[in-house]
């Protein structure tokens, strides 16, 4: 079935780049997000990319994706204490089912003053 | 607009006991969806409905659960004779039509804990 895999922690000094990664299965997926989840609370998008886009990039945010090999990265430069939080990747098929998000597991990032 | 609203933020409850949560979606949102959410783990879909016809449910929505949107508008989520397991965050989202699939908006969840 449909699988999306992150690393579970990253941990990173302020100021530093983070690289964020995420690999999934469906060959069909035809838009791939990142997600913010702050202790507590609900999700907030943060990007998203279409799967026939090599690259996405907004402001702090760079997203990369490698279809031939199902890989999606999330790079935030400068990262900032602010950015601590847990980082879910999710795909769907827009031509497949129109409510259903398939998420990681989400990656923890924790960013050291 | 303030977004997504869900209620209550915490609930906790008996095991065997029924309870309700609610999503109000943002007003010009013709779709609606659950997801649950477990500790460690990411959001996992439940049901997604458009305007008032719940179009798909996945097969971790038991019997013991139920979802109903009315009027199209706010959406109750429903579970019956609560177990251990069933202990989550509830998440409710909301897009338009015209905005998915990027116009997902998450509410802050409902968690729930069954003692």
């Known amino acids: 079935g449909e699988d999306v895999e992150q690393s579970l922690f990253l941990s990173v000094r302020e100021g530093d780049s983070s690289v964020i990664n995420c690999t999934y299965t469906?060959?069909?997926?035809?838009?791939l997000y990142w997600y913010k989840q702050e202790p507590g609370a609900g999700l907030q998008l943060l990007t998203y990319?279409?799967?026939?886009?090599d690259m996405k990039q907004d402001q702090r945010l760079t997203v990369l994706l490698n279809k031939k090999d199902k890989h999606l990265s999330l790079r935030i430069a400068d990262t900032q204490t602010g950015d601590s939080a847990i980082y879910f990747c999710?795909?769907?098929?827009?031509?497949?089912?129109?409510?259903?998000?398939?998420f990681g597991k989400g990656t923890k990032l924790s960013v050291k003053p | 607009d303030t977004g997504v609203s869900q209620d209550p933020r915490h609930k906790i409850t008996k095991r065997g006991q029924n309870v309700t949560f609610r999503c109000d979606p943002i007003?010009?949102?013709?779709?609606l969806y659950w997801y649950r959410q477990t500790l460690g783990q990411g959001p996992e879909f439940l049901t997604y409905?458009?305007?008032?016809?719940?179009?798909?449910k996945s097969r971790l929505l038991s019997d013991r659960f139920s979802a109903e949107r009315p009027k199209g508008s706010f959406s109750t989520l429903e579970i019956q004779r609560t177990e251990q397991g069933d202990s989550a965050m509830y998440l409710c989202?909301?897009?338009?039509?015209?905005?998915?699939?990027?116009?997902?908006?998450f509410g802050s969840g409902t968690r729930l804990t069954v003692v």
């Open positions: 989202a909301s897009s338009s039509a015209v905005g998915y699939p990027y116009g997902y908006t």
């Open positions: 469906d060959s069909s997926s035809t838009y």
């Open positions: 990319i279409f799967s026939n886009m």
């Open positions: 999710a795909e769907t098929d827009y031509g497949g089912s129109q409510g259903n998000l398939i």
């Open positions: 007003s010009e949102h013709n779709r």
């Open positions: 409905f458009q305007n008032e016809a719940q179009l798909e």
